[in-house]
């Protein structure tokens, strides 16, 4: 008789845990626990052997890095086979990430939510905790994304859309899907070098370039006690004449990372030599992420901080991955 898997659900909350509170005149919040969330999904036992263990229930914009520390901490001292962490989606493409850079075992880690809470019609919840139980019972060590039938690299997925069960959207594409209860992939997860936890991770900004804004805004960053900036930047990574010059200065304080904001592609590094392109930004000590859109760039900053590494050599190693 073939072993089943032992999978560990970790259960934050999010939209996947919601449903009406008896208490309240309208909305839903996160009360639902890992046990109903497995209750939920018809049979899912004959596929693995299920431990639930409740980390936390919130909406997952109140999630910190001491969150994912505590279950990466809890996966490395358990005997599971594979690992899901269920939560809310806004800061999951986040969090996915973050574990990434952290992940110490050659295991699955499969973070899932839901774009309907459960009380909705269609509720996709069920179906994602299932395809990710069946990710996490793989022999796919690495840290994934899985929403609506697809598995995604935390490295390049983005969540782009407030309410569609399609919202999930990777720069090249996902990395597999699940059909008929398979897991099939066709790409390569991106691998980066394990690093250490930390007790914590040091103050970063980030700072999304918008049309005819004062660099003024930058002003009291050093002050204010942060140890660097991600400045997410117009096209292939482009600001106007005046940030141009507050951004060259405060690379001098401080480090300070270009990124891009537009959802795909990668920064420039020699297309546009006006000031204010992305030429002269690298000249006065800006750093490019690559395809690491701002968000994560600023994890990886903060991590490299914390670890004490050459954040330079680290992200001219990392932002060329794929």
Not at 2 to 9: A, E, S, V, Y
Not at 55 to 80: E, P, R
Request: glycine share 10%; hydrophobic share 45%; with cysteine.
């Amino acid at each position: 008789m073939k072993h089943k898997p032992l999978i560990d659900i970790f259960a934050l909350g999010g939209t996947i845990a919601m449903s009406a509170d008896p208490g309240a005149s309208e909305g839903v919040k996160p009360i639902l626990s890992a046990d109903d969330l497995i209750s939920a999904i018809p049979g899912i036992t004959d596929i693995a052997d299920i431990r639930t263990k409740q980390v936390a229930n919130v909406g997952s914009a109140n999630l910190s890095y001491q969150d994912i520390a505590k279950l990466i901490t809890m996966a490395k001292d358990s005997d599971a086979d594979g690992f899901v962490v269920t939560q809310g989606t806004d800061t999951m493409e986040e969090t996915s990430f973050l574990a990434g850079l952290y992940w110490p075992i050659s295991k699955p880690l499969v973070f899932t939510g839901a774009m309907r809470n459960p009380s909705s019609p269609g509720a996709d919840g069920p179906a994602n905790l299932s395809d990710a139980i069946r990710v996490a019972a793989s022999d796919k060590s690495g840290v994934y994304l899985v929403m609506n039938g697809e598995i995604h690299d935390p490295c390049r997925v983005r969540k782009s859309h407030t309410s569609n069960l399609s919202a999930f959207r990777s720069d090249g594409g996902e990395l597999g899907v699940i059909t008929e209860s398979e897991a099939h992939f066709n790409q390569s997860l991106s691998r980066f070098a394990v690093l250490d936890l930390p007790k914590e991770l040091p103050p970063v900004a980030h700072m999304m370039c918008v049309f005819d804004q004062d660099p003024l805004i930058l002003d009291g960053f050093v002050k204010a006690g942060f140890k660097g900036l991600v400045v997410e930047a117009f096209g292939g990574g482009h600001v106007s004449e005046a940030w141009h010059d507050a951004l060259a200065s405060l690379a001098h304080d401080m480090p300070v990372i270009l990124s891009a904001r537009p959802g795909g592609g990668r920064v420039l590094k020699k297309t546009y030599g006006y000031k204010g392109a992305e030429i002269g930004l690298i000249e006065a000590g800006l750093v490019p992420s690559g395809r690491l859109n701002g968000m994560k760039a600023r994890l990886l900053l903060q991590t490299a901080l914390a670890a004490g590494l050459n954040w330079r050599q680290l992200f001219k190693e990392y932002a060329d991955l794929w």
